[in-house]
C-alpha cells in the first residue's frame, strides 16, 4: 500500500474569506490627487454690506502622508496637503474672485474593516493646522464705483477632517485607494487691501468648507501579519480504510513567505521520520497561495513553498525520486 503524504505550503488566513485583505502592520506611505469643491463662504467687508465667495468650478487637490499601522486595522499618519480654487463674488451689485489656495498639515486617526472581499473599507478623523491665502482678490461694485484689490499672505486656522474610504489590493504592499474628504477650516479670517480711492479697506472670510474626491495609492513596507482566530492545528493524520493508511501533513507559512518556519520544520521532520518506517511509493507536495497579488505572483510563491518543503524534505533522507510537485497558486487558496 501507498504512504501518501500531501504537505500543504498555505497561507493563514484570519478569515475564511479566500481575498481578504491583511491589516497594516507597521510603516506606511501614501499619497492621493482629485478634485476638491470649495462651499460657498461668507464675505463681509469692514465698510458693511455681505457678499459670498463661490467656487464655480472644481479645484484641486492634492496629498502625501506617512503612516504607522498596529496589525489590528488601526492606523495614525501624518498628511501634508494642498488645495487650489479659483472664486468669484456672489452679491448684488458686486463682482470679483480671487485665487485661493490651502496647504497644511493633518495629524489623522483611522480605522480598516475587515472581512471583505478584494477591498478594505475605512473611516477616519484628523486635526490640524492650515494656511489660506487669498491670491488676486478684487472686489468690484457698481453705486458708488470702486475697486478693493489685494495679494494677501498665507492667514493660518485650525482644521479638522472627516475621511471615507476603500482601499483594493493590486500587488503585495500595495493599494489603490479612492476616498471622501470633509474639511472644515474653522476659523474666520480678516484680507486686507487697497481700494481705488487708495484708502485701506479690509474683508472677513467666514470659515471654508472643502470636500474632495481623491485616488491615490499607499504601500506598506511591513509584511501584514497573519492573524489566526485560533491556535493553528497540530498535524492530523488522515486514516484511510487500508492497512497502511495515507497521511496528510498541513504546513503554514508567514503570508507572502516561502522560508520554512520552526513549527514547519517540526512538521516536515516528522512525515520524513514516518516515510521511513513504512514502504512509501509516493509523496505528494502540494503548494498553495491566498488571492492577494496576482495570479502569476500567486502561482510562483506556491511553486516556491512546494520546493522548499520538498528541498527539506531530501534533506532528512527521504528519496527525491519519491516526491512529486503541485503548486496551485491561488486556485485552490
Given at each position: 500500500m501507498t504512504l501518501r503524504k500531501a504537505l500543504l505550503a498555505a497561507s493563514v488566513l484570519a478569515l475564511p474569506v479566500a481575498a481578504s485583505a491583511q491589516p497594516i502592520d507597521g510603516l506606511y506611505i501614501a499619497g492621493t490627487v482629485?478634485?476638491?469643491?470649495?462651499?460657498?463662504t461668507k464675505a463681509t467687508p469692514n465698510?458693511?454690506?455681505?457678499?459670498?465667495l463661490a467656487a464655480p468650478k472644481l479645484g484641486l487637490d492634492g496629498s502625501a502622508s506617512v503612516g504607522y499601522g498596529y496589525g489590528n486595522g488601526l492606523r495614525g499618519?501624518?498628511?501634508?496637503?494642498g488645495i487650489n480654487n479659483s472664486t468669484k463674488v456672489k452679491s448684488k451689485g458686486l463682482t470679483g474672485g480671487s485665487q485661493n489656495y490651502t496647504y497644511g498639515l493633518m495629524a489623522n486617526g483611522l480605522y480598516d474593516f475587515s472581512g471583505f472581499s478584494g477591498f478594505t473599507p475605512y473611516v477616519g478623523a484628523g486635526v490640524g493646522y492650515v494656511g489660506l491665502q487669498e491670491s488676486n482678490f478684487?472686489?468690484?461694485?457698481?453705486?458708488p464705483a470702486s475697486?478693493?484689490?489685494?495679494?494677501?499672505?498665507?492667514?493660518?486656522?485650525?482644521?479638522a477632517q472627516g475621511i471615507a474610504g476603500v482601499a483594493v489590493p493590486v500587488a503585495?504592499?500595495?493599494a489603490l485607494?479612492?476616498?471622501?474628504?470633509?474639511l472644515d477650516k474653522v476659523q474666520n479670517n480678516t484680507f486686507g487691501g487697497t481700494t481705488s480711492t487708495g484708502g485701506r479697506s479690509e474683508v472677513k472670510i467666514g470659515n471654508e468648507l472643502n470636500q474632495s474626491i481623491n485616488l491615490g495609492l499607499r504601500y506598506a513596507f511591513g509584511a501584514a501579519p497573519a492573524p489566526v482566530a485560533a491556535p493553528a492545528p497540530a498535524p492530523a493524520a488522515m486514516v484511510a480504510p487500508a492497512p497502511a493508511p495515507a497521511r496528510s501533513y498541513l504546513v503554514f507559512f508567514d503570508w507572502d513567505k516561502a522560508d520554512l518556519t520552526a513549527r514547519a520544520q517540526q512538521i516536515i521532520a516528522e512525515a520524513a521520520k514516518n516515510a521511513t518506517r513504512v514502504a512509501t511509493t509516493r509523496i505528494d507536495v502540494a503548494g498553495h497561495a491566498d488571492k492577494t497579488g496576482t495570479a502569476a505572483y500567486n502561482q510562483t510563491l506556491s511553486l516556491a513553498r512546494a520546493n522548499n518543503v520538498a528541498a527539506e524534505l531530501v534533506r532528512l533522507g527521504v528519496a527525491k525520486s519519491a516526491i512529486s510537485i503541485t503548486a496551485f497558486g491561488d486556485t485552490k487558496p
Open positions: 482629485g478634485a476638491n469643491d470649495l462651499s460657498s465698510g458693511g454690506g455681505a457678499g459670498h499618519e501624518l498628511e501634508i496637503f478684487s472686489v468690484v461694485t457698481s453705486s475697486t478693493f484689490s489685494g495679494k494677501n499672505g498665507p492667514r493660518g486656522s485650525f482644521a503585495p504592499q500595495l485607494t479612492v476616498d471622501y474628504r470633509l
